[in-house]
């Protein structure tokens, strides 16, 4: 079953076309890889499914809901973790959990529960009442990653979630996406670090707005003869500079 | 129920600011206790030089008498109109007063007598008043003359009773001015700032991508800084009622109804600038702008009924100038809601307008 839906997608800024007429599908269950350079439009697909963006043309379901029509319901089954840092950064670390729970309309026992379960998972029982902005970078992706998958989403976009932390939290960072994912949470991860590639079930390589492979790791080592997928990458990028 | 964790949501952040909670009680206290002393439009004080050409008695008896109003200050007494120029040309004077030679006599023979007034107008609210003051000053001289002198009836008197302020206080007029001031600037700014920042920490694409409705947003933000209005509110009326004793002549109620729909009008097109900014620079100015035009073009410091009538019909669509009306006619004059059934059908229909275009231009999704 595929919890999303992307045909010919197409975003525009005037003149520069940001995401050029990109189709694909995302598998229940899985861990989707958006890859792609700086640029590459990875973002601004990534916030058209959100609700964040309108589409220029094209046609996309997320969670079963349109976003043309229904980006309002859509909302109420993902969840998503910015580029930037997304949590109030002047609220403690409980009233950030309290806060996005009950927007959320997760009930109190839960709320309760389910907090005490994750600052005990996240090792932030003493930092509870803490001011966000007082954590380290890492702990804070830890928490906001935490957060947007707090409410049980369908899906879960997760936007460059690992920039700027040391590669022990990354690491960390990809268990608790390992243990979301077991949880039946779809995976929506752009990235542009090709190691975290690996971790994916299937990926997508955007260049220049458009799709140029998408498939399991494995499968695109071997059709492109590369041992990584930073070689990968690699003869992706350069084909497409070459033409 | 989303709406009351945004509220505490809004409650947290303010309250962990640094700045913001001062500001809520130090700018009230400021700006009420300082400004209705500066702002003041009574005229005391005024310079005065006499020119003295007669030296006799009656003249002597004058000057007494106008050095006893509390409104003038006696300069010097000169002798000739030259140095009384001098004097207004250095600025040491604001006005010149010429006795002429043989007043004394003339009266005495009752022949007219003609007194010289010159005045400094540069300021010409300061000129024109001393130089009433001191006309009057003169003219019941004259009248407390006549009378002892003979036994003629006395000139047609004209009295004139202050109706609302018998004792032409300028604070009445202008303390309910000052609460309103403090609400346009803390109702006002604060929310301009607020989306705004949220904007510039990135916070706002969170919750754009959550369930949270504009409605919802805008609301719990307007009912955020309406709670705070109300807070300021009440403090400057308590400082009003204590440093003043000016306390409302009608009902108060009637005030904090109407202090209500314009709390929610200023912080809704405060919310409204912030939807339109993308950076906080970008909102100050623009605030700083409408502010400027709320406050001179709303009869706050001067009458509307003075301006351009250009300018006058222009203030019809300025809810400040129905506020203004309404806090000056229900503290000084006690009116009621039926005597101000326009300004307050005005003020919420603008109210209604401005929060509407709040709440639909604010974008979850661009």
Not at chain 2, 97 to 123: F, H
Not at chain 2, 147 to 161: D, E, F, Y
Not at chain 2, 240 to 260: C, D, T, V
Request: proline share 4%.
């Amino acid at each position: 079953m595929n919890v999303i839906e992307v045909r010919n997608l197409v975003k525009k800024f005037g003149d520069f076309t940001a995401v050029n007429n990109i189709s694909f599908d995302v598998r229940k269950g899985e861990i989707f890889g958006f890859l792609g350079a700086n640029g590459a439009g990875k973002t601004t697909a990534m916030r058209m499914l959100c609700g964040l963006s309108t589409p220029t043309a094209g046609e996309g379901r997320v969670a079963g809901y349109d976003i043309w029509t229904e980006a309002e319901l859509i909302k109420r089954n993902i969840g998503y973790m910015s580029q930037r840092f997304s949590l109030y950064n002047d609220l403690s670390v409980i009233d950030n959990i309290k806060f996005f729970a009950g927007i959320y309309g997760v009930d109190k026992t839960t709320m309760q529960r389910r907090s005490n379960e994750l600052l005990t998972r996240l090792n932030l029982e003493k930092e509870r009442n803490l001011m966000v902005e007082s954590l380290p970078q890492g702990w804070k992706q830890k928490l906001a990653f935490s957060i947007a998958i707090f409410h049980n989403p369908q899906i879960v976009f997760l936007d460059e979630p690992t920039g700027g932390v040391d590669p022990e939290t990354r690491r960390q960072f990809w268990e608790m996406i390992y243990e979301a994912a077991n949880q039946g949470i779809t995976i929506f991860v752009t990235t542009h670090y090709m190691d975290e590639a690996e971790y994916c079930n299937r990926v997508s390589m955007m260049v220049d707005g458009r799709i140029e492979a998408l498939d399991s790791p494995a499968m695109l080592k071997s059709r492109y003869n590369a041992s990584s997928m930073s070689d990968v990458f690699d003869i992706i990028a350069r084909g497409e500079t070459n033409l | 129920m989303i709406l009351k964790h945004l509220l505490i949501k809004e409650f947290k952040q303010f309250r962990v600011n640094p700045f913001f909670p001062k500001l809520i009680f130090a700018f009230p206290v400021m700006i009420m206790l300082i400004a209705p002393l500066i702002a003041t439009m009574d005229v005391k004080r005024v310079n005065l030089t006499i020119i003295n050409h007669d030296n006799s008695t009656t003249a002597e008896k004058l000057i007494k008498t106008i050095e006893a109003s509390e409104y003038f200050v006696l300069q010097s007494i000169e002798t000739s109109y030259q140095k009384g120029m001098e004097a207004i040309d250095y600025g040491t004077t604001d006005l010149l007063l010429q006795i002429p030679e043989g007043m004394e006599r003339n009266l005495n023979a009752g022949n007219p007598v003609e007194l010289y007034i010159a005045t400094n107008s540069v300021n010409s609210t300061k000129g024109s008043m001393g130089s009433g003051y001191l006309g009057n000053i003169i003219s019941s001289f004259a009248n407390d003359l006549t009378l002892s002198a003979s036994t003629i009836a006395p000139p047609i008197n004209i009295s004139v009773q202050y109706l609302y302020n018998p004792h032409l206080n300028y604070r009445l007029f202008m303390v309910p001015a000052m609460m309103i001031v403090v609400l346009i600037l803390l109702c006002g700014f604060l929310p301009a700032l607020n989306i705004v920042t949220e904007k510039e920490r990135g916070t706002i694409e969170q919750i754009n991508v959550t369930p949270v409705s504009r409605l919802q947003f805008i609301a719990s933000k307007l009912i955020f800084y309406c709670i705070l209005g109300i807070l300021v509110f009440t403090i400057t009326f308590l400082l009003g009622k204590s440093i003043y004793n000016i306390a409302p002549y009608g009902n108060i109620h009637i005030i904090y109804f109407a202090a209500i729909l314009f709390m929610l009008f200023i912080a809704g097109f405060g919310l409204l600038i912030s939807n339109f900014s993308s950076s906080l620079q970008q909102a100050i100015f623009t605030m700083f702008f409408f502010v400027m035009i709320f406050m001179l073009l709303s009869g706050l410091f001067t009458p509307i009924t003075s301006m351009v009538p250009w300018a006058q019909s222009f203030t019809y669509i300025l809810p400040p100038r129905y506020f203004v009306n309404i806090m000056r006619c229900v503290c000084l004059k006690g009116s009621g809601l039926a005597d101000l059934w326009f300004d307050f059908t005005m003020l919420t229909i603008i109210m209604l307008i401005t929060t509407t275009i709040a709440i639909s231009t604010y974008k979850k999704q661009n």
